[in-house]
């Protein structure tokens, strides 16, 4: 995915990081600090179309479909190579 120009960091963001660090803090301002950080970030967030959700739903469930049968079938294939060695020597059980 291409990067925004919203998501490179502006000048004023990183000249006010810098003042802030240089700060010392207390609790109470790190915490107003973290918390202010926080709703900036979450105003970035852009939500998805519906479009845009269903189609992301439909790969994970796909994804997760074919790695549960990859999983499985290795499962089958070890459990019959165990019964094998340390069976009774029937590959079908």
Known sequence: MA?????????D???NARKD?????????????FIRQVVNELK??????R????????VVL???VIMMA???GLDWVFSLAVNYIFGNGDITS
Do not use: H
């Open 21 to 33: 660090s240089a700060e010392k803090r207390s609790p109470i301002g790190r915490l107003s600090l």
């Open 51 to 58: 479009k845009e959700l269903v189609s992301y739903t439909g």
């Open 3 to 11: 990067r925004k120009i919203a998501d490179e960091p502006s000048e």
């Open 70 to 72: 990859l999983v499985g």
């Open 44 to 49: 970035k967030v852009v939500t998805p179309t």
């Open 62 to 64: 796909i994804f997760v």
């Open 13 to 15: 963001v990183v000249v």
